[in-house]
């Protein structure tokens, strides 16, 4: 839908084109890409995390349930034998020494025969352990861990030398003593602190992953944020080039026809053909003009615009401005006042007189005849501020939030001028550190008011103009 001059409605609610489509698309699988990777790389290193601390844990506590284990079976064995392993003359009777079965800790002596002298109650199947008893007597102690009848115990064999007196056999020479301990209740201690650390790393990695994901989206804001400013910069740039080809075709077609005019009248004086001089003339002075405008927006934005700052008195720039105004806004029928009021600005002197000129004329261009526009400076604590006012028909609704977009002209006024001027305008306004904004007049009309910073917070200094991309998006939308 294009307005009465033929240009483009706005933009910013149009529904994204298929290239944009297709890049939000790659931009949302992206994202999404993203976000699983480091939900995965979180789950992944908490898991890593946990399983060397409970491995690391379960280590520990297994070591330690082993050296306790030890120290009671030592213990029992220093029952047995008070004096050491090769001293059993000193023994106490066998029947008081032992110990049952149901004790959980109990003895077996070997004797150099063969004979086992084992627990008053009866021994265990499978006890003693004769390869333990053998690795003792070839290495002088082992420690083994079995599992008789689903049942787990730990066996110390230790060699002996001596004899024993027994009640039935009188005196037996010894040669090896085991001890044997009931490791159920360690097992199980084991056991649980394993599925106890199964189950809480399995509940973290989930907390772990979700709390991922979570951190992940918020942490894919400012990538997310990034590319959607592309989209957007992709977009001004394809809407510029659409618009700025719009703006080019009208003086380039009458050119081209003025031409071909003369071209048919070839053999005839170039005061009989017409205007076509004067349409070319007027043509070529728009292009070069629109040009001008076109290269500074975007030497603006490259950087490449550098503005000379002094000590500048903004109400003598505004003076100027206005008088220099003041002959066209008469001839439209229109009076230019200006109320001015000393403040000193750090500033670009031409720039800063191209910013008022470019206000005074959008005012002037949309005042009816006998209106007044007028021009105030004035200081406002830290800033200065320029507000032009005109006495015209205001800006509508519809059409402030489109305020200084390149190319725009509201709905229903006149082809004048393309649309560049207040960009223009609150590109000068923000490389001098201020804000522009636009509004209606209670009484009617529209005003304009730009605040820059006073002399003091102003920049010193070369410098250049700002990324009109950045710029906000505040409105205004009668642009010369």
């Known amino acids: 839908m294009t307005s009465d001059q033929g240009l483009p409605e706005p933009r910013s609610g149009a529904e994204p084109d298929?290239?944009?489509?297709?890049?939000?698309?790659?931009?949302?699988?992206?994202?999404?890409?993203?976000?699983?990777?480091?939900?995965?790389?979180?789950?992944?290193?908490?898991?890593?995390?946990?399983?060397?601390?409970g491995t690391a844990f379960y280590t520990v506590v297994q070591s330690q349930l082993e050296s306790a284990s030890l120290a009671r079976l030592e213990a029992r064995v220093a029952q047995v034998i008070p004096e050491g392993p090769t001293d059993l003359d000193d023994m106490p009777p066998l029947e008081l020494v032992m110990g049952g079965?149901?004790?959980g800790t109990f003895a077996y002596l070997i004797a150099s025969d063969g004979h086992v002298f084992g627990p008053p109650s009866g021994g265990v199947a499978g006890?003693?352990?004769?390869?333990?008893?053998?690795?003792?007597?070839?290495?002088?102690?082992?420690?083994?861990?079995?599992?008789?009848?689903d049942v787990p115990v730990r066996v110390l064999s230790l060699p002996l030398?001596?004899?024993v007196l027994s009640p039935s056999r009188g005196r037996v020479p010894i040669s090896a003593i085991q001890v044997v301990e009931d490791r159920a209740a360690e097992q199980g201690t084991l056991d649980l602190i394993l599925e106890v650390l199964l189950i809480g790393g399995i509940v973290a990695v989930l907390v772990a992953s979700v709390a991922g994901a979570l951190y992940s989206r918020r942490a894919l804001v400012p990538i997310r944020e990034s590319l959607a400013a592309q989209r957007r910069a992709l977009r001004r740039q394809r809407d510029f080039a659409a618009d700025a080809s719009h703006e080019l075709r009208t003086p380039l077609t009458i050119i081209a026809a003025s031409v071909e005019d003369l071209r048919l009248h070839a053999d005839q004086p170039v005061g009989r053909v017409g205007n076509a001089l004067g349409d070319i003339e007027m043509e070529v002075a728009h292009i070069t003009s629109l040009v001008d405008d076109l290269l500074l927006?975007?030497?603006?934005?490259?950087?490449?615009?550098?503005?000379?700052?002094?000590p500048v008195e903004l109400g003598d720039v505004a003076a100027e401005a206005a008088a220099a105004m003041a002959g066209p806004a008469a001839q439209r029928g229109v009076t230019v006042a200006i109320e001015p009021e000393p403040v000193m600005i750090?500033?670009?002197r031409v720039r800063l007189r191209q910013l008022v000129t470019i206000l005074i004329d959008n005012s002037v261009r949309h005042s009816p005849a006998g209106a007044i526009v007028t021009v105030r400076v004035r200081s406002e604590d830290a800033e200065a501020e320029l507000v032009v006012e005109d006495q015209g028909a205001g800006i509508s609704q519809q059409d402030l939030p489109h305020v200084f977009d390149r190319f725009w002209r509201g709905r229903?006024?006149?082809r004048d001028g393309a649309g560049l001027g207040l960009a223009i305008a609150e590109s000068i306004v923000s490389r001098h550190g201020g804000r522009i904004v636009a509004s209606n007049r209670p009484e009617g009309g529209a005003r304009f008011s730009a605040r820059l910073p006073r002399l003091a917070q102003a920049p010193s200094g070369p410098s250049v103009l700002p990324d009109h991309g950045n710029r906000p998006d505040t409105g205004a939308v009668r642009q010369p």
């Open 18 to 53: 298929p290239i944009e489509r297709d890049s939000l698309a790659r931009d949302a699988a992206l994202l999404r890409h993203a976000r699983r990777r480091l939900a995965a790389w979180s789950g992944g290193m908490t898991l890593v995390i946990l399983l060397a601390l």
């Open 101 to 103: 079965v149901s004790s």
């Open 127 to 149: 006890l003693p352990d004769d390869a333990s008893v053998v690795a003792a007597l070839d290495q002088g102690r082992d420690v083994r861990q079995l599992e008789l009848d």
């Open 161 to 163: 030398s001596g004899s």
């Open 297 to 310: 927006l975007a030497r603006s934005e490259s950087g490449a615009l550098d503005l000379a700052f002094e």
């Open 346 to 348: 750090s500033g670009d």
């Open 412 to 414: 229903g006024q006149q």
